[in-house]
């Protein structure tokens, strides 16, 4: 099965702070994805990546950044950090085999902004 | 943006009984499906997934796929306490123009009491 790990587990931020949150995979798959969690919205994506080097918007990247300098690698950075970014993210790793990527999810990261 | 719609928002059933859950795409362009379950506190782990019309069936889960209306449904028979967790649908286009990302569903939430 995949490995996707992530760091920190949790995280307690100030607002405005800046907050980095990693993520890396041992299975050298192509894809990774990040994902917040909150009651009510299920998993919205933020940012993915196809390939070293490469960053997408998700559907809600406002307020993120991500860099993926490595395959194995993939980070989430929150510039400014606000309250409403008060979440659970997940990190995914996807290989699309068949022109299609299941999703293979790391143990996610609490992050509390104050 | 596609959006990805799972009836019933929770369901309580009696171990030994059926869980249905549903899911629907507004895209019509969507090729691939998938059920991923998330036990509380813990990532969201791939259950079935499934592609093409018809039928999937492994051990007590079964999938459905109607492409022509983009639902898929999941039945689990013979329910137990262990099955009860969050369920999300995931739809995404995939294919050789390599628009992998999935767009996920709010989620079903399902508790089996014994």
């Known amino acids: 099965e995949a490995a996707v790990t992530q760091s920190p587990r949790n995280k307690v931020a100030v607002t405005g702070g800046k907050v980095t949150l990693s993520c890396n995979q041992t299975n050298n798959h192509n894809n990774m994805y990040w994902y917040r969690q909150d009651t009510g919205h299920g998993l919205r994506l933020i940012h993915y990546?196809?390939?070293?080097?490469?960053?997408e918007k998700g559907d809600i990247p406002d307020g993120y950044k991500a860099s993926r300098p490595s395959q194995e690698n993939f980070s989430l950075i929150l510039e400014l950090a606000t309250p409403s970014q008060t979440s659970v993210y997940f990190c995914?790793?996807?290989?699309?085999?068949?022109?299609?990527?299941?999703?293979?999810f790391g143990p996610g990261t609490r992050l509390l902004v104050l | 943006q596609q959006k990805v719609q799972q009836s019933p928002e929770s369901l309580i059933v009696p171990e030994g009984g059926m869980a249905s859950l549903n899911c629907t795409s507004s895209d019509r362009n969507v090729d691939y499906f998938w059920w991923y379950r998330q036990h509380s506190g813990k990532s969201p782990k791939m259950l079935m997934s499934i592609f093409s019309n018809g039928e999937k069936e492994e051990g007590r889960f079964t999938v459905h796929l109607n492409k022509a209306s983009l639902h898929t449904s999941l039945h689990i028979r013979d329910s137990q306490p262990s099955d009860s967790a969050l369920y999300l649908c995931?739809?995404?286009?995939?294919?050789?123009?390599?628009?992998?990302?999935?767009?996920f569903g709010k989620g079903t939430s399902l508790v089996v009491h014994p």
């Open positions: 995931a739809a995404s286009m995939g294919g050789s123009g390599g628009n992998y990302k999935p767009t």
């Open positions: 990546s196809y390939g070293a080097g490469s960053t």
């Open positions: 995914a790793s996807g290989d699309a085999g068949d022109n299609q990527d299941t999703q293979y």
